[in-house]
Structures are given as structure tokens and as C-alpha cells.
């Protein structure tokens, strides 16, 4: 008997195939690969998979999944990849190997916490190339930097930016050789030579791949790339990748025959919006058990010959437009990365991953 649904059905061999792939591509242009598993909620078993497909490391943004996976004694290198919080800092030290950081205090902060708890602690310097996310301001960079080698239980480790997340700005030639001359100053200024040059994430990879000049860039921190098989610009596919290594099953739990355009006054929706319906005439409705608490529903691609309506906090209202769906009848939809970080966070989606598997 399958799992109860909503469920989320995992296939590590096509992570695997994925990472390796990746790994192999990248190599190839002298770059190394950070494996994200932020949208697995930090899940041991995939960071296993990364690790063995040859990631130099495992990367997520929360300590807490960092210690899920140290805890089940995955054996891996492991990054910090969100800037340390104050509240956090013993257990960033106690956790993570490097961390991101982006400002001075915190580097005063984690020296004092590396150094109560005997522990070194590698800082990669995070520098604002345009997006305007995290970042010191170039001209800051150098300070930063002495203050960490500065620190006996603090090491520089080196720098990295983030781009395509806040503002959408693209990675290109341009501002990639901007992060590399920053480098090439920054090592002239303390005397010291970088060990990584963090370009950013999936959205690097038109430019890796497709770039024959990749300057001082050596490390990428791919997620979505490997656990959907897409770059991150326009979502699409990559080449012999897998899109679809998680696959999100959901349940009919009401299915009838009802008007395509809602009756009497229109107010608000549960989520402040006011809905606009068409009057399609009448149309096979049905309702699935998986709503916005569970995902994210304009992130599932439907299986042929169902279409989305909408969702509430419960319900997933869909069209079958092939005849009435069964009651009781399941239906696989693929996530896109939204999703797949909102199924993997709610405790109502429960996740299947095989314990033993063929990793092709």
C-alpha cells in the first residue's frame, strides 16, 4: 500500500545523474560545485547523494538543516550560505565550516564564538555586485577582510557574490570580471591568495557553460539545477538533466459536474485577492487534499488533462477535461522550485525516499 497522500515521491538516481553531470561539466572549466540543499529542508539522504556525485561541499541557508545533516553523520564540508544571526552563532560554529558574511560586527561575533569554543571557523566575504541582496560594498572589502585574518580562530577562506535573486540581475562576462579583479585587488591588498571565488548559483550556468573566459571564478552553489535539472534565468531545462526527480501526489477528495463562474457577491478571497472567473459554462470540477500550506500551486505542473483553477489553504481546485476524476484517485504534478521548498517544509507532505536505490 502507498504512502497516504499529499506525498512527495523523491528519485535520488536522477539527483544523482544530475549532480554528476554537473560536477563533471563544470570541472571541465575549472570550477568546483557546492551542493544546495536548502530546498530539501537540508535532507541527509540527498546530501548524500551530492556528496558522492563529487560536490566539494554542502551548502544551506538554515544552521538547523546544517545540523540535521551533521547529526546524521553526513560526511561533507558544509556552508552556511544565508549571513550568521547573533542568536545562532554557537551553533554556526559548532555546525557550519564557513560561513557567508557581510558585515563587520558578526565577524567580531563569530571570532569571540570560535575562539569560547576552540573551534576555526572559514569566512567567505560576501561582496554586492549589483542585485542588492547580501553584500559589502567593494570599497568595504579590504577592511573586512583584514578583520577576519585578523581573528586567530577565524580563517579567509574567500569571496562571493549572489546575483538573479532580489533584483534579478543577471550573472554575465561583465560582472563576473568585475568579482575576479576584486579578487586579484583584494589578495594585492593583504597579502594573501584566495582559496574560492563563489560566482553565485544555477543562474551562473549560461554563462559557465557557455563562457570560454571564467576568469578567477572557481565555485558555483547549485541547487535547482540539480534537483530539477533547470538553470535559473528563464527555468529552462538543461540538457540531458532530469526535471523530474520530485514529483508531488496529491488525492480527489470531491468530484462533480459544477458552473465554471462562481455566484453572488464578490468580495475578497481567504488570501486578499479578488477572484476573476470566466464563464466557461459547466465543467468537470474536482478537488484535491494539497492547498497553499502544503505547496506552492502556481508552481505544479499538472499531469494531461487536468488544468488548476486555484487553491486555498486546503484545496487544490482543478478542471479534468478528459471525464469526472475518480474519488479517491491520486494525481502526480511536478513542482517547480517554489513548490518543492514549500512540500518539503510542511509537515502534512509526507516525503518518500527509498532507502536503498541504483544511482545512475
Not at 121 to 133: A, F, N, T, W
Not at 187 to 199: K, N, R
Request: proline share 6%; charged share 20%.
Amino acid at each position: 500500500m502507498s504512502a497516504p497522500a499529499p506525498r512527495l515521491e523523491v528519485d535520488l538516481g536522477k539527483i544523482a545523474h544530475n549532480a554528476r553531470s554537473l560536477v563533471a561539466q563544470l570541472q571541465a572549466r575549472g570550477m568546483s560545485v557546492t551542493g544546495i540543499t536548502k530546498a530539501t529542508l537540508g535532507s541527509p539522504a540527498i546530501a548524500e547523494v551530492m556528496r558522492r556525485a563529487g560536490v566539494r561541499g554542502i551548502g544551506d541557508s538554515r544552521i538547523g538543516n546544517i545540523r540535521r545533516m551533521v547529526n546524521a553523520r553526513v560526511n561533507s564540508t558544509f556552508l552556511l550560505t544565508r549571513s550568521p544571526s547573533l542568536s545562532e552563532v554557537d551553533e554556526v560554529v559548532n555546525y557550519a565550516d564557513i560561513s557567508f558574511n557581510s558585515e563587520l560586527g558578526m565577524i567580531a561575533h563569530l571570532s569571540t564564538a570560535a575562539r569560547q569554543a576552540e573551534r576555526h571557523h572559514g569566512v567567505i566575504l560576501m561582496v554586492e555586485m549589483g542585485d542588492l541582496r547580501e553584500g559589502l560594498m567593494p570599497r568595504d572589502l579590504a577592511e573586512a577582510a583584514r578583520l577576519v585574518i585578523d581573528s586567530p580562530h577565524l580563517f579567509l577562506r574567500g569571496i562571493g557574490c549572489n546575483l538573479a535573486c532580489y533584483g534579478g540581475i543577471a550573472p554575465d562576462a561583465e560582472n563576473m570580471a568585475a568579482l575576479s579583479a576584486l579578487a586579484n585587488e583584494l589578495e594585492a591588498a593583504v597579502g594573501m591568495s584566495l582559496d574560492t571565488i563563489s560566482g553565485g548559483n544555477s543562474a551562473n550556468l549560461d554563462w559557465a557553460l557557455g563562457s570560454r573566459r571564467h576568469g578567477r571564478i572557481n565555485n558555483l552553489r547549485l541547487g535547482e539545477s540539480i534537483l530539477l535539472g533547470r538553470e535559473t534565468l528563464q527555468r529552462h531545462s538543461l540538457p540531458g538533466l532530469h526535471t523530474d526527480a520530485f514529483r508531488l501526489v496529491a488525492e480527489v477528495i470531491e468530484s462533480k459536474p459544477k458552473p465554471g463562474r462562481p455566484w453572488g457577491q464578490v468580495a475578497q478571497s481567504a488570501f486578499g485577492n479578488v477572484p476573476v472567473a470566466g464563464d466557461e459554462g459547466e465543467m468537470h470540477r474536482a478537488i484535491l487534499a494539497l492547498g497553499r500550506q502544503d505547496c506552492d500551486p502556481e508552481g505544479l505542473t499538472p499531469p494531461p488533462g487536468i488544468r488548476i483553477l486555484g487553491a486555498s489553504s486546503d484545496h487544490l481546485i482543478v478542471e479534468s477535461l478528459n471525464g469526472p476524476l475518480a474519488l479517491g484517485s491520486e494525481h502526480v504534478f511536478l513542482p517547480d522550485y517554489s513548490a518543492l521548498l514549500r512540500a518539503t517544509s510542511s509537515p502534512s507532505v509526507h516525503q518518500i525516499i527509498p532507502a536503498t536505490t541504483r544511482i545512475r
